[in-house]
């Protein structure tokens, strides 16, 4: 009996994987002369702008530009703003009742010299800036008036002297001569200069110095006077 050989068998070799993916195309080709085919643009989309809170406000301050105010220099200690207005009027009406004063003065036409030598007692003396102050001040009180108004001027000048030996003989520096303006005289303040010329001349006895009074005390329709002490 003869004995069977046994092959040995090797198993199959797997399939290597291959791709072809251009395989359909084998064969095929184009014509030479076909045209390229241009390149659509790609259509653009638009932009979405937020309108939001944020946008608004930008857009709102883009013109905006900041502001440098000019800097103050502080103020020197004591020196307020009200203080120094203060000052500034109180100097003003000082001022203008001095240039009042001075043209009451010139009104009267006095016929003074000044000189340096001491005046004689009996000279009368233009009242100085410094006793008008002290009579505003209150430094100098006018307690003594007398007022002419709706007397003549016979009358008046009748009545002058008998005033002011009164305020001298209790102890008066100065007294107070009310005659008016004389707005309302036909041709002049009679009264009124009537007045001046007798304390210029016959009233010597009594009065050192006389002027136009402040405003406060009647302006150029009053006299401030002030007497001679009694010996």
Known sequence: MAKKTRQTQNPPKPKEFHSTPF???KGVSLPDDAPAQPLKPVAKLPVEVLDNGQNLFLQEMADVRPFHPTAKKPAPAGSHPLQKTAKKVIA???TAEENTFMQEIGRL????KFSDSIPDDGDIQPLSGN?????KRGIVSVDFQLDLHGLTRDEA????PRFLRSAR???QKAALIITGKGNHSPDEPVLHQAVASWLRDAGKEHVLEFAPAPRELGGSGAYVVFLRPVQ
């Open 23 to 25: 395989g359909i195309l």
């Open 92 to 94: 003003e009406l000082n």
């Open 109 to 112: 036409k006095l016929d003074t």
């Open 131 to 135: 006793r008008v102050r002290q009579v």
């Open 157 to 160: 000048l009748e009545a002058l």
């Open 169 to 171: 003989q209790k102890l």
